[in-house]
C-alpha cells in the first residue's frame, strides 16, 4: 500500500542544519542566539543587523537608556535581545509559537535580561490592545514570517503605538511599494508613513520607517 503523502508546509522551513546568530554590540556583545528549526523561523543575518542598528543608531544619537522596544515577531530574538544589550529601558518580545517562546525565555534566564518581557500570544491582538491602553514605544520591529501579509496589517497599528520621532525596523521578501514618483500613491496601509533608509541583502529587503 502506497503511503499517502503529508500536506506541505505553508511555508518552507528554513535551509540547512540548526544554526546560529550572534548579538552584534553592547553588553552582551558576541553572545551566541540559537535558532530552533522551526517553521518560518528566519533570523535576521547578523550582517543586516549591524546595519540597521547603525541606522538607529544614528536617528536616536545612541541614546537607548530611554528607549522602549516593541519586538512584535520576536523568533530567534535577534533584534530584541540586540536592542536590550544596547541598553533599552525596556524591551517586549512577542511570539505566538510555544517552543519559540520558551526557547526567548531561556535567553533571557541566561542573559538576566531583566529589561526583557517575553509573551505569548499574537502579534496583531497584542498590538491592539497596546494601542488602546495607550503604550507607546521608541522602536518597534516587524520581521514577521514573508508570505504571509503581516505587514499591511501590522504598520498601521503601529501608528498608534509610536512616541513622537519613533522608528520602526520593517523586514520583508520584497521591497515596500513606496510612491516612486512625486505623482505616484503609496497603498493605503503605507500611506502615515516616510521611508528613512532601505537596503536588500540576498533575499532579504529591510527597511526603517518613520511617521510622515
Not at 535577534?78 to 526567548?104: C, H, N, W
Not at 531561556?106 to 491592539?128: N, Q, Y
Amino acid at each position: 500500500m502506497q503511503k499517502k503523502k503529508s500536506s506541505p508546509p505553508s511555508y518552507p522551513r528554513r535551509p540547512g542544519p540548526p544554526q546560529q546568530v550572534r548579538i552584534i554590540g553592547g553588553a552582551w556583545k558576541r553572545t551566541p542566539l540559537p535558532v530552533l528549526d522551526a517553521l518560518g523561523l528566519r533570523p535576521t543575518p547578523d550582517r543586516v543587523r549591524e546595519t540597521v542598528f547603525n541606522w538607529i543608531n544614528h536617528q536616536m544619537k545612541g541614546d537607548w537608556d530611554t528607549a522602549e522596544v516593541l519586538d512584535l515577531f520576536a523568533g530567534s530574538g535577534a533584534l530584541g535581545f540586540e536592542a536590550a544589550s544596547r541598553g533599552a529601558r525596556s524591551v517586549t518580545m512577542i511570539d505566538s509559537v510555544g517552543a519559540v517562546v520558551r526557547q526567548l525565555e531561556t535567553i533571557k534566564d541566561k542573559l538576566k535580561a531583566d529589561k526583557v518581557t517575553v509573551l505569548r500570544a499574537d502579534a496583531l491582538a497584542v498590538a491592539r490592545d497596546l494601542a488602546r491602553r495607550g503604550q507607546r514605544f521608541d522602536v518597534i520591529f516587524l520581521d514577521p514570517p514573508y508570505q504571509q501579509d503581516f505587514l499591511t496589517q501590522a504598520l498601521p497599528l503601529c501608528a498608534a503605538l509610536l512616541n513622537e520621532g519613533g522608528l520602526v525596523y520593517a523586514e520583508s521578501g520584497e521591497p515596500l511599494p513606496f510612491a516612486q514618483e512625486a505623482d505616484d500613491a503609496a497603498p493605503e496601509w503605507l500611506a502615515q508613513w516616510e521611508l528613512v533608509r532601505a537596503d536588500k541583502a540576498g533575499m532579504v529587503h529591510f527597511h526603517l520607517l518613520k511617521l510622515h
